[in-house]
């Protein structure tokens, strides 16, 4: 996992940009996984404090950020349903066995939607784009792999949903939401952005390596990319991962 300024950001995009152009851009999901495990972490896997109550964590390959407040946690993304219990323990330990009462998914696929079901059981509003929702309504069969992902249950789905932008108070914080409407990875995409910290999560929709794997039967393509960081340039300066 990798702390970017939005100058680092763009400098490696555009490596990213380069490295396609001179070569293959395409990368079989085994692949895209172990680059995805290869970002920086703290070591041991400890999760790693960005102070005022804000921690990343690792859910696999997956980055989730907990936001501890007087109320609860907030979860950006809560990894594969295979990591989800492990997370959840590893979260109460850190806030002392605080509820989680907010999950923001920042797209549908299922290795950032595996808390939905046990966190949507408990309670926990479940936030995202209203097409995040509607694809976990549904089967998906990814044509390049004959994978199907299942829907998931009722009390698994997303409870607030918007489709350009939304603005809502979380423990005592702004949080503001926004939709990559230009769908660097999935149509669904979306930014979690806390401006008194100036963090923003942003999913699978941007990598510190390289392209973002495009998710074209969902909606992602190459155009995206490029239109996507340009609505996170577009008057933010965050800190990202």
Same mark, same amino acid.
């Given at each position: 996992m990798? %702390?970017?300024?939005?100058?680092? %950001?763009?400098?490696?995009?555009?490596?990213?940009?380069?490295?396609?152009w001179l070569g293959s851009m395409t990368l079989g999901r085994s692949a895209h996984a172990q680059l995805r495990a290869?970002? %920086?972490?703290?070591? @041991?896997?400890?999760?790693?404090?960005?102070? !005022?109550g804000m921690h990343v964590l690792r859910a696999g390959a997956t980055n989730v950020l907990? *936001?501890?407040?007087? $109320? @609860? +946690?907030a979860l950006v993304d809560g990894g594969a349903s295979t990591e989800s219990t492990a997370?959840?323990? /590893? +979260?109460?330990?850190? /806030?002392?066995g605080k509820t989680v009462h907010t999950l923001f998914n920042t797209h549908w696929h299922p290795d950032h939607t595996g808390s939905n079901?046990?966190? !949507?059981?408990?309670?926990?509003?479940? +936030? /995202?784009?209203?097409n995040t929702k509607l694809w976990l309504t549904t089967d998906v069969t990814w044509p390049w792999n004959g994978e199907t992902v299942l829907p998931l249950p009722k009390s698994a789905l #997303?409870?607030?949903?918007? =489709?350009?932008e939304d603005e809502l108070e979380v423990g005592g914080r702004t949080v503001r939401c926004g939709h990559l409407r230009d769908c660097p990875h999935t149509? @669904?995409?979306?930014? *979690? =952005?806390? #401006? $008194?910290?100036?963090?923003?999560a942003v999913g699978d929709a941007v990598r510190g390596d390289g392209w973002p794997e495009i998710d074209w039967w969902t909606g992602g393509w190459l155009g995206g990319i490029v @239109?996507?960081?340009?609505?996170?340039? /577009?008057g933010l300066d965050p800190v990202l991962f």
């Open positions: 990798t %702390l970017l300024s939005r100058r680092k %950001l763009l400098e490696n995009a555009l490596r990213g940009a380069a490295g396609a290869a970002r %920086l972490q703290p070591a @041991g896997g400890a999760p790693l404090d960005l102070g !005022g907990a *936001v501890i407040d007087a $109320d @609860g +946690v997370l959840l323990e /590893s +979260v109460a330990e850190l /806030s002392g079901e046990p966190l !949507g059981a408990a309670g926990a509003t479940i +936030v /995202s784009h209203v #997303p409870t607030r949903t918007f =489709y350009t149509d @669904g995409d979306i930014y *979690v =952005y806390f #401006p $008194d910290e100036n963090v923003m @239109g996507g960081l340009g609505t996170l340039f /577009s």
